[in-house]
């Protein structure tokens, strides 16, 4: 395909030239031109070059190459420069690319050879070989300059620039870290360092330019970068886990403790935790300009902790989550609901992924986690996000049992513990998403036969007010449709319950007496 993209504009331009010069050429041969010499041939006639009538041209072929080479440099560098100032870094990787190295050697070539061919020429001979070698090199370098000025735009494409990011530091760390040779493992960690710091920077831009997809695309290019990473993480030199000299001073590590950057080495997670921290630096920036960007971050953070989990990494699957936690409450203390909504989307689809690969520890952990920050939303009087938090532990409770996963029980616990005492009006609708949550939770244990489960539920729910626990009935009861009325991310009605659940309310209700 690239090399399409270089060959048919060539054929169609040289083409054309080379039909129309032959047209006009055979036509002078034959009928404009004088008669040819006996036998000769249109070609024999062309090549049959006069010593003293052919060296202007020959010299002028260096100096059209020469001209085309000052044409092609004067439009690149305005790109590269138009395109530094926005992005850092792409001087470098422009000059590091062979093609872009490949095009300007070859003018640089041709202009030399040209050179020297204006001064090969005598009165009795001419290099007619080496004559049409450099014509030859002279119209390449005239065809060429189109499709080098395409190559030129889409390698400065943003989008592009960002998956060549993550592509050469891909393929660099997975070269350095798999090498036993010191000096090369060393020499890749501040690469790989800088290549998230540059995708961080592109990021930031186009959060200041309000560029969503490009913004979207460098974050996903962490996120693809270090997924990678882990791909061949377990083969890696032990030495590659060492936080080395060139980048020990960078800031992110300079402002850590000494033991936290022992731990790190320790648990193997140096460059997880600096990608990571990069999406914690972005998110802050994002949280006012670009919320979708947060939402991405936390959807690729899941990956991440996925991919882990994949990988059987405990110790990046708990940074993931407590990455999440702290995207949580950088939400919470900007009071954005929206936000915290969707994190804690994602939160609990990791959770329900570590359910899914057994790993109920941390399923357990992060379930406590998102107890705490329900508690902490209640007491900031954000009762829609605490009503989010009862019912995503809820659907993890339910999606525990259904897996055959002991573990419910356990988070059963810490869900029951979720509601406190009502201290203010404020949090009237924090209490009763709280009841609605366990209301439901009760009715689908109801309906699969966990009566012991569902009789936990009641006997917590017994001291409640019974005109709080009216209303919540009759609200749950009025809810006939699966979509919520308004379009939202997670498109299902928190209040909707299946009929089948529905119908067991009445039961319930009635083991509250």
Request: glycine share 6%; net charge negative; with cysteine.
């Amino acid at each position: 395909m690239g090399l399409r993209l270089w060959l048919v504009p060539m054929a169609i331009l040289g083409g054309i030239a080379l039909v129309a010069f032959a047209g006009v050429y055979l036509l002078d041969h034959a009928v404009t031109g004088g008669a040819p010499g006996p036998g000769e041939s249109a070609m024999g006639r062309y090549v049959r070059f006069e010593p003293g009538l052919i060296s202007d041209a020959v010299a002028g072929l260096a100096a059209m190459t020469a001209a085309v080479l000052g044409i092609v440099i004067t439009v690149v560098s305005l790109l590269v420069q138009l395109t530094s100032a926005r992005y850092t870094g792409v001087a470098q990787m422009f000059l590091r690319d062979r093609t872009n190295v490949s095009v300007m050697a070859y003018y640089v070539v041709t202009c030399v050879v040209g050179v020297a061919l204006s001064l090969s020429l005598h009165s009795d001979f001419v290099p007619r070989a080496a004559v049409l070698t450099m014509m030859f090199a002279c119209a390449l370098g005239l065809v060429i300059m189109l499709p080098y000025f395409a190559y030129v735009f889409r390698f400065l494409e943003p989008v592009n620039l960002v998956a060549r990011i993550e592509a050469e530091a891909a393929a660099d760390v997975r070269e350095a870290a798999t090498a036993r040779d010191q000096q090369t493992i060393s020499n890749a960690q501040q690469p790989a360092v800088a290549a998230l710091e540059e995708l961080t920077d592109i990021t930031s831009n186009s959060i200041s330019g309000k560029d969503k997809i490009i913004a979207s695309r460098a974050v996903d290019a962490i996120k693809d970068f270090i997924v990678a990473y882990l791909g061949v993480k377990n083969r890696a030199d032990e030495r590659w886990f060492k936080i080395g000299d060139g980048i020990r001073d960078n800031p992110d590590f300079v402002a850590m403790d000494p033991e936290s950057l022992r731990v790190l080495e320790a648990d193997k997670t140096w460059l997880e935790w600096k990608a990571l921290r990069q999406y914690l630096g972005i998110y802050a920036e994002a949280q006012n300009n670009m919320p979708d960007i947060n939402y991405l971050i936390a959807i690729d953070t899941r990956y991440v902790g996925e991919a882990a989990l994949a990988k059987n990494d405990q110790h990046v699957l708990e940074l993931a989550f407590r990455f999440m936690n702290s995207y949580l409450r950088a939400a919470l203390n900007a009071r954005a609901v929206r936000t915290a909504y969707n994190v804690l989307n994602q939160y609990r689809l990791l959770v329900e992924s570590m359910i899914r690969g057994g790993a109920d520890d941390m399923a357990i952990e992060g379930v406590r986690h998102m107890i705490y920050y329900g508690r902490t939303s209640y007491d900031m009087q954000l009762g829609f996000v605490t009503e989010t938090v009862a019912y995503d532990v809820s659907a993890l409770c339910e999606f525990a049992h259904a897996q055959k996963r002991d573990v419910d029980a356990r988070m059963l616990e810490m869900f029951l513990d979720l509601d406190q005492p009502l201290r203010m009006k404020k949090q009237e609708s924090g209490l009763q998403g709280i009841r609605k949550a366990q209301l439901k939770l009760a009715c689908y244990y109801l309906v699969v036969g966990a009566i012991d489960r569902a009789e936990k539920i009641a006997a917590d729910m017994k001291g409640e007010d019974r005109g709080r626990l009216e209303s919540i009935r009759e609200q749950l009861t009025k809810v006939e449709s699966k979509e919520f009325w308004e379009i939202i991310d997670r498109g299902r009605n928190f209040e909707y319950m299946p009929p089948k659940q529905k119908e067991q309310m009445e039961r319930f209700f009635g083991m509250l007496a």
